[in-house]
Nanobody, 122 residues
C-alpha cells in the first residue's frame, strides 16, 4: 500500500521554527520528486517547495524562500521541511506529495499525504 505520512506539525509562536517530515512507503521513493503544499482556511492550496529525485535540487515559492529549507534522506524514505521565522500567515494544513519525475515539473502529483496542521500564533 502506498503511503505518504506527514508529521511534525503543531503550535508555535511567531518567529519560531518547526520541522515537518514526510515519510513514504510502498513505492520507489528514490524515483519521485517530492513537493510540499499548504492550504489555509478560505484559501486555495499553494505549492511552496519541491525537491527533485534526480539531484536533490530544491525550489521554493516566494512566500517561503529564505525561511524554509527542504532536504531528503532516501535511505530513510523521508523528506524534511525545516521552517524558520514562522509567521501567522504560515498557518495552514501542510501536505506532501510525490511525483514520478526526475525534476519538480509542476505537473500532477501521483500520491498525496493527509496533511499536518501548523498553527503560528502572533
Amino acid at each position: 500500500e502506498v503511503q505518504l505520512v506527514e508529521s511534525g506539525g503543531g503550535l508555535v509562536q511567531a518567529g519560531g521554527s518547526l520541522t515537518l517530515a514526510c515519510a513514504g512507503t510502498g513505492f520507489a521513493f528514490d524515483d519521485y520528486s517530492i513537493g510540499w503544499f499548504r492550504q489555509a482556511p478560505g484559501r486555495e492550496r499553494e505549492g511552496i517547495s519541491c525537491i527533485s529525485s534526480k539531484d536533490g535540487s530544491t525550489y521554493y515559492s516566494h512566500s517561503v524562500k529564505g525561511r524554509f529549507t527542504l532536504s531528503r534522506n532516501n535511505a530513510e524514505n523521508t523528506v524534511y521541511l525545516q521552517m524558520n521565522s514562522l509567521k501567522p500567515d504560515d498557518t495552514a494544513v501542510y501536505y506532501c506529495a510525490a511525483e514520478l519525475h526526475y525534476h519538480c515539473s509542476g505537473g500532477t502529483m501521483d500520491y498525496w499525504g493527509k496533511g499536518t496542521l501548523v498553527t503560528v500564533s502572533s
